[in-house]
C-alpha cells in the first residue's frame, strides 16, 4: 500500500478555498486515490475518490497530475464546519477488499 | 449513502472485564468489514480484517487473543475487547465496503477504568 504525505496542519478563513495536497510517490497503476473527512469522536467521512485527472462532486474537487504522484483536494468557499482532520488515502481497493492505512492527516483550522 | 452503525456508542468498563463493540452494515451486505482504534489526536491505526464465515487477518503486533472479532453474518461483525485494561481506551471504528467505497461507523469510546 502506498505511503502518503500531507501537510499537518493548515489554517484558513471562511469564505476561501483551501487546497491540501497529498504526496503517493510510490501509487500502483490499480490505486484509487481517496479523501476522507473526520470531525472529533467520530468515524471518517467519504469526501472524494479518483483515479486521474480531475473528479468534482457536490462538496470538493479532486486534482491529480498525469504521473498521479501527488493529489490535491480542492474544498471551495471553506466555512467553520469544515473544520476536521482531512485524510488522503490510496489502495486498490479490488484486490485488497479496501483495506486503507490511514497517513497522519491534514488538520484544518477555518477561523472566522 | 451506505449507513454503518456501532453498538455501543461509549462504554466504561472495569479492568480485567470484557467487552463486546458491534458493528453492523444496515443496507447492504459486507463480506470484509475492518477495524480501527484511534487514540486522542492520532490518526486510524487499522487493527485488524474481518472476513464472513472465516478468521479475521490481524495487522502486526495487534494480539488476536485480546481483540476477538467474530462475523457471523454479512451484517454484523463484533470485536471484543478481552481482559481490558486502561491502556486499551481508545476510540474504536469500524467499517464496511461496498462497491469499492469504504463507510465507516460513528465510532465507539472505550474507556477502561
Known amino acids: 500500500l502506498a505511503k502518503t504525505t500531507q501537510p499537518i496542519s493548515m489554517d484558513s478563513y471562511e469564505g476561501q478555498e483551501v487546497n491540501i495536497t497529498c504526496s503517493h510517490n510510490n501509487i500502483a497503476t490499480n490505486d484509487y486515490i481517496t479523501w476522507y473527512q473526520q470531525f472529533p469522536s467520530q468515524g471518517p467521512r467519504f469526501i472524494i475518490q479518483g483515479y486521474k485527472t480531475k473528479v468534482t462532486n457536490e462538496v470538493a474537487s479532486l486534482f491529480i497530475p498525469a504521473d498521479r504522484k501527488s493529489s490535491t483536494l480542492s474544498l471551495p468557499r471553506v466555512s467553520l464546519s469544515d473544520t476536521a482532520v482531512y485524510y488522503c488515502l490510496v489502495g486498490d481497493i479490488g484486490n485488497q477488499g479496501g483495506k486503507l492505512i490511514f497517513g497522519q492527516g491534514t488538520e484544518l483550522s477555518v477561523k472566522p | 449513502g451506505a449507513v454503518v452503525s456501532q453498538h455501543p456508542s461509549r462504554v466504561i468498563c472495569k479492568s480485567g472485564t470484557s467487552v463486546k463493540i458491534e458493528c453492523r452494515s444496515l443496507d447492504f451486505q459486507a463480506t470484509t468489514m475492518f477495524w480501527y482504534r484511534q487514540f486522542p489526536k492520532k490518526s486510524l491505526m487499522l487493527m485488524a480484517t474481518?472476513?464472513?464465515?472465516?478468521?479475521?487477518?490481524?495487522e502486526q503486533g495487534v494480539e488476536k487473543d485480546k481483540f476477538l472479532i467474530n462475523h457471523a453474518s454479512l451484517t454484523l461483525s463484533t470485536l471484543t475487547v478481552t481482559s481490558a485494561h486502561p491502556e486499551d481506551s481508545s476510540f474504536y471504528i469500524c467499517?464496511?465496503?461496498?462497491?469499492?467505497?469504504?463507510?465507516f461507523g460513528p465510532g465507539t469510546r472505550l474507556t477502561v477504568t
Open positions: 467499517s464496511a465496503t461496498r462497491e469499492y467505497e469504504q463507510y
Open positions: 474481518s472476513n464472513e464465515g472465516s478468521k479475521a487477518t490481524y
